[in-house]
């Protein structure tokens, strides 16, 4: 599994990236640009995010703006619905 946090907060992504570590590859990224460009990364690499964890208020692009993004990046690369990204 491969996990992208998403957090302006240095302890919060440190926290997650504890919590999630066990489980897979964890990245980081601190705001939506970051997220959006970390995300368009890894599809065009073969090796997607299975889970995002994104912070709602972010300096640059904020986290509804990143999801709104990430979700049209979907779309244009005919991601299934089943197929996408969880987002939390």
């Known amino acids: ?7 302006d907060d240095f302890e919060t992504r440190l926290l997650m990236q504890r919590l999630l570590r066990p489980y897979g590859e964890v990245d980081v990224a601190t ?7 970390a995300f368009s990364r890894a599809h ?3 090796e997607p995010y299975t889970l ?19 979700r049209e990046i979907e ?14």
């Open 1 to 7: 599994m491969r996990f992208l946090v998403v957090d």
């Open 31 to 37: 705001d939506g640009e970051e997220c959006v460009a």
């Open 44 to 46: 065009k690499d073969g």
């Open 52 to 70: 995002i964890t994104l912070d709602i208020l972010m300096p640059n692009v904020d986290g509804q703006q990143a999801l709104r993004e990430i």
């Open 75 to 88: 779309k244009e690369l005919g991601i299934a619905t089943e197929q996408q990204a969880r987002v939390i």
